[in-house]
T-cell receptor
Framework: DAKTTQPPSMDCAEGRAANLPCNHSTISGNEYVYWYRQIHSQGPQYIIH???NNETNEMASLIITEDRKSSTLILPHATLRDTAVYYCIVLSKIQGAQKLVFGQGTRLTINP | GAGVSQTPSNKVTEKGKYVELRCDPI?????LYWYRQSLGQGPEFLIY????????DSGLPNDRFFAVRPEGSVSTLKIQRTERGDSAVYLCASSLGRTTDTQYFGPGTRLTVL
């Protein structure tokens, strides 16, 4: 699976958009980009995933560059409850159910 | 509906003892995963089941760790002769078992080995 690189920490003001970058320069054509987050003392929570098109759901938007070497998770109106560690994970689509490989993630702090 | 549940939520044991950690997946989920998370680190894969069989156990650190899922639902992670380095949060997740199916995580069991 491709390796991902994320900044270790970020801050964002409450009510503003939080933009979390992820580099995955070695991603291959059959690999998805997944985002999970982990709020303190809880298990990881799925946010969104995509292959090459931009995706949006009720939680966030995922913007994937045309060359697929990087992506950005956007939380449009961050709240204090969005404070968490955010993980960007690359996952092959050809192997069926499979393990997630977590890196260190980005610790996002939303400030009032 | 009910999510993934794990028991106990906390377990304190002494070095050398045997422990069992239980995971109840979401009903109907055929895939079940165990991960371990040490302080300040991301979760680390241990083992995954598809139905009753272990499809990938490459993450188990050594033969003191073993997991079962005899009826394809509840799973138990077993650790023999515990060591202080086994202290961590043990997370369980389940999914429908296809490629893009979301993994849903339980709250974890915090294991402390004294």
């Amino acid at each position: 699976d491709a390796k991902t690189t994320q900044p270790p920490s970020m801050d964002c003001a409450e009510g503003r958009a939080a933009n979390l970058p992820c580099n995955h320069s070695t991603i291959s054509g059959n690999e998805y980009v997944y985002w999970y987050r982990q709020i303190h003392s809880q298990g990881p929570q799925y946010i969104i995933h995509g292959l090459k098109n931009n995706e949006t759901n009720e939680m966030a938007s995922l913007i994937i560059t045309e060359d697929r070497k990087s992506s950005t998770l956007i939380l449009p109106h961050a709240t204090l409850r969005d404070t968490a560690v955010y993980y960007c994970i690359v996952l092959s689509k050809i192997q069926g159910a499979q393990k997630l490989v977590f890196g260190q993630g980005t610790r996002l702090t939303i400030n009032p | 509906g009910a999510g993934v549940s794990q028991t106990p939520s906390n377990k304190v044991t002494e070095k050398g003892k045997y422990v069992e950690l239980r995971c109840d997946p979401i009903s109907g989920h055929t895939a079940l995963y165990w991960y371990r998370q040490s302080l300040g680190q991301g979760p680390e894969f241990l083992i995954y089941f598809q139905g009753t069989g272990a499809a990938d156990d490459s993450g188990l650190p050594n033969d003191r760790f073993f997991a079962v899922r005899p009826e394809g639902s509840v799973s138990t992670l077993k650790i023999q002769r515990t060591e202080r380095g086994d202290s961590a949060v043990y997370l369980c997740a389940s999914s429908l078992g296809r490629t893009t199916d979301t993994q849903y995580f339980g709250p974890g069991t915090r294991l402390t080995v004294l």
